[in-house]
């Protein structure tokens, strides 16, 4: 109930000036208060010492399946499989059956998510109707009724005059644009990245210039039309520089990358494990390595998961024709705070933001920062607890998950949303 009182007591605070040991008292689904020595008869008291109580994190790159794909995931499972991984606002993709390109898909995703439980659903919206990359959704009602962005995500806007035209209307109607960026006919048939790997492995390469071109091109017409834009999941070092380049120029551009890029690399693929398919596809160490220093040095703004969880049926076929995709929530927190964190590459405060007010503020969210009068949305996590991964426990519908048996550093207690425990505790 969001009318009970919570009181996590001990834990180190993370807070938008620093981190802090402070009690919280969640009360009526608020951040009633935080301060020290703080006492509440009734309260559920939460010993959180030797932990850190930070914002529920913020996910603004998932696809939770549902319309038409319930077999993979549905909005309950997805909700509760990201509570599992400390998320509380999570940010759906379109690419549903039908596609999530009109309101009525839109309010039904929101109100799926209003029954499903406390964590926050934001539905982004198609940039082009059926995902077809031809004519235009209606970013006025489509931000109208609760888009919280427009995405093709899963397939690139081909046609730049459309692009170019989806980032100035969306920019009129103040709904941000996200650009998955694959030229496909740079693909060409690929199935893993292009280097040393494939060509041992016997698998077509897809070229790094099919991400890093249409990194270019969006970078390019939000830089010209003067709009802003938001590059999912980056997968190389020259994406990655591209941006960069474009940032010092002023262009109001953002980006994001997703934990199995900064923890795996192609080499992964030598077992042939379809779970390791996913696209863009896992790339050289090199580019490992790039893109947790442009992490570290901010041209890579935030850490979103691309969780994509599939069925088994869709998986457990040759590496060909396997779908792409890794289930992600349950392992991002860990993945991240083990790479980055445990590896000496970012302060805890960092990563914090990097999973919380950043994205919250690429997309206007009103999440990611623990302050009182806010929504009581906080995840509380044991920083040297270590864990090992077993997808067959996974609350999400998807167990397709390259992690298995891997350790990792830092796990989520609780995750609390609005006021009330979404998970932990029992
Ligand atoms: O690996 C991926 N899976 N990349 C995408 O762009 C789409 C996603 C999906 O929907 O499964
Ligand atoms: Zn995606």
């Given at each position: 109930?969001?009318?009970?009182?919570?009181?996590?007591?001990?834990?180190?605070?993370?807070?938008?000036?620093?981190?802090?040991?402070?009690?919280?008292?969640?009360?009526?689904?608020?951040?009633?208060?935080?301060?020290?020595?703080?006492?509440?008869?009734?309260?559920?008291?939460?010993?959180?010492?030797?932990?850190?109580?930070?914002?529920?994190?913020?996910?603004?790159?998932?696809?939770?399946?549902?319309?038409?794909?319930?077999?993979?995931?549905?909005?309950?499972?997805?909700?509760?499989?990201?509570?599992?991984?400390?998320?509380?606002?999570?940010?759906?993709?379109?690419?549903?059956?039908?596609?999530?390109?009109?309101?009525?898909?839109?309010?039904?995703?929101?109100?799926?998510?209003?029954?499903?439980?406390?964590?926050?659903?934001?539905?982004?919206?198609?940039?082009?109707?059926?995902?077809?990359?031809?004519?235009?959704?209606?970013?006025?009602?489509?931000?109208?009724?609760?888009?919280?962005?427009?995405?093709?995500?899963?397939?690139?806007?081909?046609?730049?005059?459309?692009?170019?035209?989806?980032?100035?209307?969306?920019?009129?109607?103040?709904?941000?644009?996200?650009?998955?960026?694959?030229?496909?006919?740079?693909?060409?048939?690929?199935?893993?990245?292009?280097?040393?790997?494939?060509?041992?492995?016997?698998?077509?390469?897809?070229?790094?210039?099919?991400?890093?071109?249409?990194?270019?091109?969006?970078?390019?017409?939000?830089?010209?039309?003067?709009?802003?834009?938001?590059?999912?999941?980056?997968?190389?070092?020259?994406?990655?520089?591209?941006i960069k380049e474009a940032k010092e120029r002023g262009a109001a551009v953002t980006c994001e990358t997703a934990p199995h890029y900064i923890y795996a690399s192609d080499e992964w693929v030598k077992s042939y494990d379809t779970f390791t398919k996913v696209n863009p596809p896992l790339r050289t160490e090199e580019d490992r390595k790039a893109l947790i220093k442009a992490?570290?040095?901010?041209?890579?703004?935030?850490?979103?998961?691309?969780?994509?969880?599939?069925?088994?049926?869709?998986?457990?076929?040759?590496?060909?024709?396997?779908?792409?995709?890794?289930?992600?929530?349950?392992?991002?927190?860990?993945?991240?705070?083990?790479?980055?964190?445990?590896?000496?590459?970012?302060?805890?405060?960092?990563?914090?933001?990097?999973?919380?007010?950043?994205?919250?503020?690429?997309?206007?969210?009103?999440?990611?920062?623990?302050?009182?009068?806010?929504?009581?949305?906080?995840?509380?996590?044991?920083?040297?607890?270590?864990?090992?991964?077993?997808?067959?426990?996974?609350?999400?519908?998807?167990?397709?998950?390259?992690?298995?048996?891997?350790?990792?550093?830092?796990?989520?207690?609780?995750?609390?949303?609005?006021?009330?425990?979404?998970?932990?505790?029992?």
């Open positions: 109930m969001s009318g009970d009182k919570i009181l996590v007591k001990g834990g180190q605070a993370v807070l938008p000036d620093g981190i802090k040991e402070l009690d919280i008292l969640v009360s009526e689904g608020r951040i009633a208060k935080i301060g020290r020595d703080l006492e509440c008869g009734g309260a559920r008291v939460i010993d959180a010492s030797g932990m850190y109580a930070a914002p529920g994190l913020v996910d603004i790159h998932c696809h939770l399946r549902e319309p038409g794909y319930e077999e993979k995931e549905d909005i309950a499972s997805g909700a509760a499989a990201a509570a599992r991984g400390g998320f509380t606002s999570i940010c759906c993709m379109p690419n549903t059956n039908p596609v999530n390109d009109n309101a009525v898909v839109t309010e039904f995703i929101r109100k799926k998510a209003s029954i499903a439980g406390p964590v926050r659903v934001y539905p982004i919206a198609a940039i082009t109707k059926g995902l077809e990359g031809e004519e235009l959704t209606e970013a006025g009602e489509l931000a109208e009724s609760g888009a919280t962005a427009l995405s093709d995500d899963g397939r690139c806007v081909k046609n730049a005059q459309k692009m170019r035209l989806a980032l100035c209307y969306a920019k009129r109607f103040g709904i941000k644009i996200i650009s998955h960026p694959e030229d496909t006919d740079l693909v060409n048939g690929g199935l893993m990245n292009e280097g040393s790997w494939s060509t041992a492995l016997g698998l077509p390469g897809i070229t790094r210039a099919a991400e890093e071109v249409m990194i270019a091109r969006d970078c390019m017409l939000a830089e010209i039309e003067n709009t802003g834009v938001h590059i999912a999941h980056v997968s190389t070092a020259g994406g990655a520089r591209i992490l570290a040095d901010g041209t890579i703004d935030c850490i979103a998961t691309d969780h994509a969880p599939h069925h088994i049926d869709d998986k457990n076929v040759e590496y060909a024709i396997a779908a792409n995709g890794i289930s992600g929530f349950e392992t991002a927190f860990g993945i991240c705070w083990t790479v980055l964190v445990k590896g000496g590459f970012m302060t805890p405060e960092k990563l914090f933001a990097k999973m919380t007010s950043a994205p919250a503020a690429i997309l206007g969210l009103d999440a990611g920062t623990l302050e009182e009068g806010r929504s009581a949305d906080l995840v509380i996590i044991a920083p040297d607890e270590k864990w090992v991964v077993d997808p067959s426990k996974f609350v999400s519908k998807g167990h397709n998950s390259p992690f298995g048996g891997c350790e990792l550093t830092g796990a989520v207690k609780y995750t609390i949303a609005g006021g009330q425990i979404a998970y932990g505790g029992k």
